[in-house]
């Protein structure tokens, strides 16, 4: 008798609850967007927050309430953005392919010491004194953007940081990893960078660094397309007006600026000048 | 007096992870990032002090069928409809707050923390504001306990100077044991 009284209260308490929730979420029901969903199955999914939201459900909210662009997808691509604008019934935008850059080389740079700390690069970066290396502008070398990288685009060569851009899908995670801040967005097309972030003046440079920018100003002097600037004693190259012609690579007494497809064999090169 | 020495049992002396080892699956699930552990935090806060007062009802309305021997399987159900409730509630009335707690809030139906707290009320004889106190208080030690663990885990990513055997959980698990023996400094303290 006191089982079936004991099954008998649970059963009218469950069934209560249930019917209270049942209530509950008819009173308490949100309206969604129905072209959340669609929106959020077409993104890839990869939460990488390249698009400048939390994440891909959080990039699809943002679509639907306006607050977000259609288009800003760099791991989709142009399919995914295409199926986006045809959900929300928009003209697609042309996307342009967008890659991770270092603008550091600085593989030719002094340390101050041996550095026997955390293999970290925000542990690193936040020392006394700003860290190991000599320039406090440059690649720190503890690989925090390799380990951020979601597709492995991102290896260390001689300490310094490289961004394969066949497989860099631009999500810009590295960016948000690296604590000097020296990771740049550039598009896929661009060969000629200047993979320099010093704005440190030729001198002091000179000291302890033998590639970096020392803020000649010959390549803005070569440039005929002005393209190349100078300003914080860094050369800085507008890529919308960039035509990849490498005037101002020649020109560079740094043989700083370069082709950036080109840096494995160019420092081959190097080594044999040497 | 009571209710200080209810507060500072249930956050140091006998806090829910590190002493009664309930609750473990959030504290080694979401304790990677500090912002996550931050957020599990405060939801289990939140619902364990909301599940000590409902549940301290429903033990009331159990004592007086004479059932209070099925406590443990009417606190299971009560939390899971409570916690499905809040969510709800939450998201039609406090869109902020839900979407801060995010995935968390769900997560917690599970929590033996809470069913923990629930139980525990009614085996020490706790009056209603002694119920809340202790579940918030509950609620408050899994926070600083994620959150102390959260800092030595994030620390320990940073480093890379680990015996690969070593990498990930075994290493959270040693570490999670580790302060567990430092809180049990807190066994001698006593107030009133």
């Given at each position: 008798m006191n089982i079936v009284f004991a099954i008998l209260v649970l059963g009218v308490m469950g069934g209560v609850f249930g019917l209270a929730l049942a209530v509950a979420s008819k009173v308490f029901y949100v309206e969604k967007d129905e072209r959340l969903e669609p929106i959020t199955e077409a993104l890839p999914g990869a939460n990488c927050g390249g698009c400048g939201f939390s994440g891909c459900a959080a990039y699809a909210q943002a679509i639907i309430d306006g607050t977000g662009k259609i288009g800003m997808c760099a791991v989709g691509g142009r399919a995914v953005n295409d199926e986006i604008a045809a959900i929300m019934g928009v003209e697609s935008v042309e996307m342009e392919r967008k890659v991770a850059l270092v603008k550091c080389r600085g593989f030719h740079a002094t340390k101050k010491g041996c550095y026997d700390g955390l293999m970290d690069c925000e542990a690193a970066a936040k020392l006394a004194g700003g860290g190991p290396n000599n320039c406090p502008y440059g690649c720190l070398g503890f690989g925090n953007c390799v380990k951020a990288c979601p597709t492995g685009a991102i290896s260390l060569k001689d300490g310094v940081a490289q961004v394969d851009h066949e497989k860099c899908?631009?999500?810009?995670a590295c960016k948000n990893a690296c604590p000097r801040g020296i990771i740049e967005e550039v598009p896929y097309k661009q060969d000629i960078v200047v993979a320099c972030s010093s704005k440190e003046k030729g001198g002091a440079l000179r000291k302890y660094c033998d590639?970096?920018?020392?803020?000649?100003?010959l390549c803005e002097k070569t440039c005929e397309h002005d393209a190349i600037h100078v300003f914080d004693n860094l050369a800085r190259i507008d890529y919308s007006k960039c035509i990849s012609c490498s005037a101002c690579a020649a020109k560079c007494p740094r043989h700083l600026i370069a082709d950036c497809n080109l840096w494995n064999e160019f420092n081959v090169v190097e080594a044999q000048a040497r | 007096m009571k209710l200080l020495s209810i507060a500072i049992g249930a956050i140091l002396?006998?806090?829910?992870?590190?002493?009664?080892?309930?609750?473990?699956c959030p504290f080694m699930g979401v304790s990677k990032k500090m912002d996550t552990a931050v957020g599990m935090g405060v939801a289990v806060t939140f619902v364990m002090g909301v599940a000590s007062a409902v549940t301290y009802a429903v033990n009331l309305l159990l004592i007086r069928l004479g059932l209070d021997y099925m406590q443990t399987v009417a606190y299971i159900l009560v939390i899971a409809a409570l916690v499905q409730f809040i969510e709800m509630f939450l998201q039609k009335v406090v869109p902020a707050l839900y979407s801060a707690l995010g995935i968390y809030l769900p997560l917690?139906?599970?929590?033996?923390a809470v069913l923990g707290v629930a139980l525990q009320n009614t085996q020490n004889g706790y009056t209603f504001i002694q119920s809340v106190v202790y579940g918030v208080t509950g609620g408050l030690g899994f926070t600083l306990a994620i959150i102390l663990f959260a800092s030595v885990r994030e620390r320990l990513a940073a480093?890379?100077?680990?015996p690969k055997c070593f990498e990930g959980f075994p290493l959270a698990l040693i570490s999670a044991g580790l302060i567990a023996l430092a809180f049990m400094g807190f066994q001698g303290l006593r107030i009133g």
């Open positions: 899908v631009g999500c810009m590639i970096g920018c020392i803020g000649c100003k | 002396v006998n806090n829910f992870i590190l002493s009664q080892f309930l609750g473990i917690i139906t599970t929590n033996c480093n890379s100077d680990c």
